[in-house]
């Protein structure tokens, strides 16, 4: 699994998270994921799907934030990240991905819900 961690300021602290950015006026959710995936990471390609759409805080916004699952990426380029930028790329086996988020490691919660999905979904198991 491709994960990143990067600082963030408002906790001051470092996070695994998943790959993440804003759509583009004129882009579409896919195309801005694929986009940001290979900004951030370098990896590309492979087979997309929509996974989840979470709306962050429907009591003051009408924002959706959109999860794809893309199975097959390889890497195609070094990162192309923005000046602000400081995004380490990590290569994690589910069962490690798995442990961060049963320590609580992974603390964004728009990363922790469809992580939580996936593996619940994978291993075929409420949870």
């Not at 400081?86 to 609580?104: A, P, W, Y």
Request: proline share 3%.
């Amino acid at each position: 699994m491709v994960m990143i961690d990067q600082y963030r300021h408002a906790l001051g602290e470092t996070h695994f998270e998943l790959v993440a950015g804003v759509v583009d006026e004129g882009e579409k959710p896919l195309e801005a994921a694929k986009r940001e995936l290979l900004e951030e990471t370098g990896f590309g390609g492979g087979e997309w799907q929509e996974f989840m759409v979470l709306s962050p805080n429907p009591t003051n916004h009408n924002n959706h934030s959109y999860t794809f699952l893309a199975t097959g990426v390889e890497r195609l380029t070094e990162q192309h990240q923005e000046e602000t930028e400081d995004i380490r790329v990590h290569i994690m086996t589910k069962e490690d991905v798995q442990t961060l988020l049963d320590r609580g490691e992974i603390v964004q919660a728009l990363h922790a819900a469809p992580l939580w999905k996936y593996m619940c979904q994978e291993n075929q198991k409420a949870c």
